[in-house]
């Protein structure tokens, strides 16, 4: 077994010991969507104003937009996960709210996390709500047509930019999948609230500004969001196994990375660079999270991914089953077949 998840499973009653970072504060969540959505409305207002005189003074600030949605949508993940209120109803209610001003149906999207929560890390379960990873034996044997597919797909500009642009507002419009009968409507219902806002902003402003301001915010909140997930679960020395010999915790430990940001940025993301610790246990609040890490030294031998470092990742297109990698498409230049 991993000494670092041994640390942990052998620490008596690990469970107990964070279970007293699951009990979500109704006063820190309150305040973290005062926190949150008034800073977004009061930035659209301004971006509004600023774009009746020039859009070169909107510009500077569409990135401090982007970032603020993407606080939006780790409150909408939270709910999801059932761990922003205690109310099932509050995280419901809250979870539509966020999920309309972030493009993604609640329900269909809560139950593609859940499985990717339930199956990140193992080889057999690969697919629903996780990037598409090839081994490179599976890339080998590959026709030439799905090999032409996964390196476009695996390409950086259509996993950061095209991807994420089509992933939130193409994909997450149509109901598919298998979340059933309550993920469909809550596709439908967020189309319909996005559709009213839309409207609106259109009615009051023109369509035009609408999205002057909306298609900028929502693509570098989309890319940046799409880079989080990604160097969550696909960095040097990331853990992935076959399902007879997959581990829940070491998978947590070890198959979701600590990716340590600045303070700015750990804010705008909502403390999620903690994911080794939100993977273990889904159920903390993500403004418990940090209090976690630096309260039980059991979860800080793992070893930080920065800005910089996390950069390699970027080099990362196939897993290697032989030696328990990730590697680039040039590590296939060993391979005389190709």
């Known amino acids: 077994m991993d000494v670092i998840s041994s640390k942990v499973k052998n620490k008596e009653?690990?469970?107990?010991?964070?279970?007293?970072?699951?009990?979500?504060?109704?006063?820190k969540?309150?305040?973290?969507?005062?926190?949150?959505?008034?800073?977004?409305?009061l930035l659209w207002y301004v971006m509004l104003k600023c774009l009746s005189i020039s859009y070169w003074l909107v510009l500077p600030l569409i990135p401090i937009?982007?970032?603020?949605?993407?606080?939006?949508?780790?409150?909408?993940?939270?709910?999801?996960?059932?761990?922003?209120?205690k109310s099932r109803k509050a995280n419901n209610f809250w979870g539509f709210i966020t999920g309309v001003l972030t493009f993604t149906p609640y329900q269909y999207w809560r139950?593609?996390?859940?499985?990717?929560?339930?199956?990140?890390?193992?080889?057999?379960?690969?697919?629903?709500?996780?990037?598409?990873?090839?081994?490179?034996?599976?890339?080998?044997?590959?026709?030439?047509w799905m090999r032409i597919k996964y390196r476009f797909a695996r390409n950086p500009l259509c996993l950061f930019i095209?991807?994420?642009?089509?992933?939130?507002?193409?994909v997450h419009r149509l109901p598919m999948g298998t979340s059933g009968?309550?993920?469909?409507?809550?596709?439908?219902?967020?189309?319909?609230?996005?559709?009213?806002?839309a409207l609106t902003m259109s009615l009051l402003f023109g369509f035009k500004?609408?999205?002057?301001?909306?298609?900028?915010?929502?693509?570098?909140?989309?890319?940046?969001?799409?880079?989080l997930f990604y160097v969550q679960h696909q960095f040097e020395g990331v853990y992935w196994e076959r399902n007879a010999n997959w581990d829940y915790v070491t998978e947590a430990l070890k198959g979701s990375s600590f990716f340590k940001l600045p303070k700015i940025l750990q804010w705008f993301t909502g403390n999620i660079g903690f994911h080794h610790i939100h993977h273990l246990s889904p159920r903390i609040p993500n403004y418990f999270l940090e209090k976690c890490y630096k309260e039980n030294p059991m979860f800080q031998d793992i070893k930080p991914i920065t800005l910089l470092t996390s950069l390699k990742s970027l080099t990362f297109r196939l897993w290697d089953e032989q030696h328990n990698r990730l590697v680039g498409f040039g590590y296939l230049k060993k391979f005389k077949s190709l």
């Open 65 to 85: 937009a982007a970032g603020l949605l993407v606080r939006i949508f780790i409150i909408f993940h939270d709910c999801g996960h059932g761990s922003f209120f």
């Open 209 to 227: 500004t609408y999205l002057l301001i909306q298609l900028p915010v929502l693509m570098i909140a989309a890319s940046a969001g799409v880079w």
């Open 13 to 27: 009653n690990w469970q107990d010991t964070i279970a007293k970072y699951q009990q979500p504060q109704r006063a």
């Open 181 to 197: 009968p309550r993920g469909y409507k809550s596709v439908h219902l967020t189309n319909l609230g996005i559709l009213m806002i």
């Open 29 to 41: 969540s309150i305040g973290q969507l005062l926190n949150t959505l008034l800073p977004y409305a």
């Open 162 to 170: 095209i991807g994420p642009l089509i992933l939130f507002l193409i």
């Open 111 to 144: 139950y593609e996390h859940a499985v990717h929560h339930s199956h990140a890390g193992n080889l057999d379960h690969r697919g629903v709500g996780e990037v598409w990873t090839m081994t490179v034996n599976e890339y080998l044997k590959a026709s030439r």
